[in-house]
């Protein structure tokens, strides 16, 4: 399997800002891993699940960002809208309500659906219909704990208000969030490839990653989309990757 992102063919050349910002968060890179049914002494991680979530059907999360003419400057420009950062933690929720009752442990999710039952009949009349109420009572409303039932999370480094945004929705420590900020920080938006280079991060570090140490990677896309894997540690790694010497 390989991820690239090259920003090449993107490049905008005009002063609409909102394309002007593609400029300056992209970079060009790529990962590759390999994937086998078998069972080896040197494999790294065993795929445990996946899931993808796609909102196209979502006129707010397809218009977020994409690819548009520029006529003032003659030249084609990807944008980004203010309101990525909001689409992008609603299409992880998504998809994470779809995967989270196949990989969390059983007593995780059960407390979970018995919170939200008695979350619902008691807040049902504690707020108004308006979207801020809707969104505030999003907010409290119970989830699985995410910090404890990952050893690693390697949200998408898109940028600082995705990062934010994933945060606060999955209400991670900032120390879960290190791999994912450290990518940013270092290499800007890899795209797809940005979740390996978090979790290339993680095995570059002293403590390294332990066997049965369990990992959820989120990727995302355009128009919008929202993609999950779930690994599982097979061996204890500690490598140092060329990108994080």
């Not at 992102?5 to 390999?34: H, P, Q």
Request: some cysteine.
């Amino acid at each position: 399997m390989i991820c690239t992102e090259n920003i090449t063919n993107n490049w905008y050349t005009g002063n609409d800002k909102s394309m002007l910002l593609v400029n300056a968060i992209f970079r060009a890179g790529g990962a590759a891993c390999l994937l086998t049914t078998g069972a080896f002494p040197q494999n790294k991680y065993r795929l445990v699940d996946v899931e993808r979530t796609h909102l196209g059907h979502d006129d707010a999360a397809f218009r977020c960002m994409g690819q548009a003419y520029d006529p003032a400057s003659d030249s084609l420009g990807v944008f980004l809208r203010k309101n990525v950062g909001e689409v992008a933690a609603k299409a992880v929720r998504m998809n994470l309500e779809r995967l989270g009752p196949r990989v969390l442990p059983l007593k995780n999710s059960l407390r979970v659906a018995l919170a939200k039952v008695a979350f619902s009949l008691s807040s049902s009349s504690s707020f108004s219909s308006s979207s801020s109420s809707a969104e505030k009572k999003r907010s409290l409303e119970p989830q699985p704990d995410f910090e404890r039932c990952f050893a690693q999370v390697y949200p998408h480094a898109g940028g600082p208000a995705v990062l934010d945004a994933m945060q606060r929705s999955l209400r991670l420590s900032d120390d879960k969030m290190r791999p994912s900020r450290a990518t940013w920080a270092s290499h800007g938006n890899l795209s797809s490839a940005s979740t390996f280079y978090a979790m290339a991060f993680a095995e570059s570090q002293p403590g390294g990653i332990k066997k049965r140490d369990r990992a959820l990677s989120i990727g995302l896309g355009g128009c919008f989309k929202a993609g999950t894997v779930v690994w599982e540690a097979e061996r204890d790694i500690r490598e140092v990757h060329e990108a994080w010497t």
